[in-house]
Structures are given as C-alpha cells and as structure tokens.
C-alpha cells in the first residue's frame, strides 16, 4: 500500500495543473446555455409553431447567406432558440429562427465557450492535446479509484462529512480533507473521467463495448447520391416534409450537407428514449428528390452501440437532470481542489520535514491546531495520503 500511495501521491502532483485545467473548464461549460442567453437575449425565447413552420423558409436563407460554407447546422431548441451554423473557417454564427437574422458570428478564440471547449477537449493543442487528454482521463480513473482503496477501510470508519471541509490551511487538515473529499467525489470523477476517455478512445472501446454486449456492429449512415443526380435541389420545406414524416416522434435536431461527391442530406433526430440531446436516429435524404434514402433508429441498435451513444450525454451533464448537473459542477471543481489542495499540502508538509531532519530532530507537523510527531508517529500515519 506504501508503493501505491507514493504513485498516487506523485502522480497527482505532477499532472495538478492540466487536471486543474480540464476540471475547472469542464465545469463552466456547463454555464454555456445561460452564457449564451446572455449575450443573445432571443435565444430565451419559446419555440412556437409559427417558428417551427418556418424552419424551411430560414434554411433558404442560411443557404443565401452562407452557401458552401456550411458545415452543419445546429436547429432550435429549449433554451438556445436559433439556429446554429458551423462553417468552414471554423467560425459559427446564430439565426434567429423567425427574422432569419443573423444575431452573431464570432470565431473560436472571439467565444468564451468555444475557448473553454478547445482546453476541455483538446488543452488548446488540437488532435495531439485530444489524444494527451484521453489519457489524463484514463490516469483520474487510476487515481480516483487507487485514492478509494488508500481510503478504505482505515478511514471510512472515521469518516466524517465535515471532514471534507479543511479546518485551517495547515498541510495535515488539508491532508485530511482531500481524503475525505476524495472518498466523496472519487465515484463521478472516475464516471466523468471514464466516460471523457471513451470519447477520445470512441472507436477502440466502440469495437470493445460491441463484442462484450452483443456482437452487433452498429448501423451507421451509409447512403449514396451521387451529386448532379438530379437538376436542382428540391425546396427545404419538402426535404423537412419527408424528415418529419420519418421517425416523427421528433423534428431534426442537426443536418449535415452532402460532401465528397455524395450530395446526400443527413439529418439527426432525438427519440423518446435517447439521452443524447441531439440524438443518434437518422434521416438520410435525396435533396433531389425530397425522398427519404435510409433511416436509422437508435433505439434498435445494439446494446453495445447504446451504450456509446449515452457516453456523450452523461459526461456532459447533458442526462439526469438539474440534480446530475449539480453533481458534475461539484465534481468538477471538487477535483480541481483535490489536485490543489493534495499538491500544495504534501509540498508544505515536506518542506516542513526537511529542516527538522537536516538538524537530527524529529519534525512536527500542524494539525487542526495541535502539534504532534511526525511521519511515524500512529496519529499521522492515520491521516497521511
């Protein structure tokens, strides 16, 4: 057990300040809605059924606006009620869903949330950050888990809630309260943490979850049409006439353009029962004749693949309600301090030690206002991570 807490203890150490990172950014965006809603009021707005039967007037227009630019495009929803447009500078703008307006357009590092999404997912270094990042995560599983069995069973019969919370900023009830904390917070930072390596990992542990659950591969989009296969694109109000009429539990949450010579329209739909918020159902669509060409329910797939699709949905706070985002911002920002508050009061407990042992002297530690021996003292050894 020595061993293992020495691993944890220097570990933890030296990745505080991208753990601080991650965390800390993770935990705001879970401010971006309200962000948002600040800076463009409409966006507050209640969907109504006039906006909604316009949607293909408005995608007329974004198609004038933007043409060849568009990447995806984001529909109206509770809460963000605009459409979002991702274009291919990386840049994205906001439509007003009944104007048709264009309320904003900003590039990523004009945002704040797109700032704080580029060091969540990438730490500000693009795919190689994403990749680093996938592996941070995969080292808090490591810790979360390795600082619950330093925790058990010795400390979990003297556990305390108060004890999370440090008396002072001495390095031993800092100490004592980042076990405590951590008791406390190491089953969602390992489920946050687990659940951010599989999406960077999406494809390995895809093929991993398949072969453990079921065997069946996923259905993914597949549908070709080839582009020019007909003369003009048919208008946007019959190309969402057939999306509607297909899995019409729900309206479109996304639609991409066609790309690569394949002129085919993929919208993405959220049915009863999906978590992910912009859902995993879809709608393949021949723009040239308004025809439905493939659809895919997400709610038929295999376990395996549903359990990919919820990945997304639980790490962003996005499944369980007002309650689970609580646990995710407390989560986030309980982690932060755990790699704080461990590194700084290890840090300070050491150099604490190092005169003491220089001078021959046993060294005495603070702790909750009392002085006691050190390191081997049987009080400390109690509290020692």
Not at 45 to 59: F, K, Q, S, V, W
Not at 131 to 150: C, I, R, S
Not at 293 to 303: F, K, T
Request: hydrophobic share 50%.
């Amino acid at each position: 057990m020595q061993i293992l807490r020495v691993i944890h203890r220097w570990i933890g150490i030296a990745l505080a300040i991208p753990i601080v990172l991650v965390a800390a950014s993770g935990g705001l965006l879970l401010f971006k809605d309200p962000y948002n809603r600040m800076r463009f009021p409409a966006l507050a707005n209640p969907i109504t059924a006039g906006d909604i039967a316009g949607y293909g007037e408005r995608l007329e227009g974004i198609d004038e606006t933007f043409g060849g630019e568009i990447r995806l495009i984001r529909f109206p929803r509770e809460g963000a009620n605009a459409f979002l447009v991702y274009l291919a500078d990386g840049s994205e703008a906001f439509v007003h869903p009944a104007s048709g307006d264009v309320l904003g357009r900003w590039h990523p590092h004009e945002s704040l949330p797109a700032f704080l999404f580029q060091l969540h997912a990438h730490l500000l270094a693009g795919e190689a950050g994403e990749q680093v990042n996938g592996y941070l995560a995969l080292v808090l599983v490591f810790l979360g888990l390795t600082g619950l069995l330093l925790w058990w069973p010795r400390r979990a019969a003297a556990f305390r809630l108060r004890r999370a919370l440090p008396r002072s900023a001495s390095p031993g009830d800092l100490l004592r309260a980042h076990a405590a904390s951590g008791a406390l917070l190491a089953i969602p930072v390992v489920l946050f943490a687990a659940t951010g390596a599989g999406l960077v990992f999406y494809e390995p542990v895809s093929r991993l979850a398949t072969a453990l659950f079921d065997a069946r591969a996923p259905e993914a989009p597949s549908a070709v049409v080839p582009e020019g296969a007909g003369a003009d694109r048919r208008p946007w109000t019959e190309i969402l006439d057939a999306v509607n009429a297909t899995l019409p539990e729900a309206g479109p949450t996304m639609s991409y353009p066609g790309a690569g010579g394949n002129a085919v329209l993929t919208f993405r739909k959220s049915l009863p029962g999906e978590l992910h918020p912009n859902g995993r159902s879809y709608v393949l669509v021949d723009p040239y004749r308004a025809e439905v060409v493939q659809a895919i329910d997400a709610r038929s797939q295999g376990r395996g693949t549903r359990l990919m699709h919820a990945l997304y949905p639980v790490h962003a706070a996005m499944a369980g309600g007002v309650v689970f985002g609580l646990v995710a911002f407390v989560s986030a920002f309980g982690l932060a301090w755990l790699a704080v508050g461990g590194s700084w009061a290890f840090l300070a407990r050491s150099a604490r030690r190092r005169p003491a042992d220089a001078a021959g002297t046993p060294a005495r530690v603070e702790s909750g206002g009392h002085a006691h021996a050190g390191p081997d003292h049987p009080r400390w050894r109690t509290t020692d991570t």
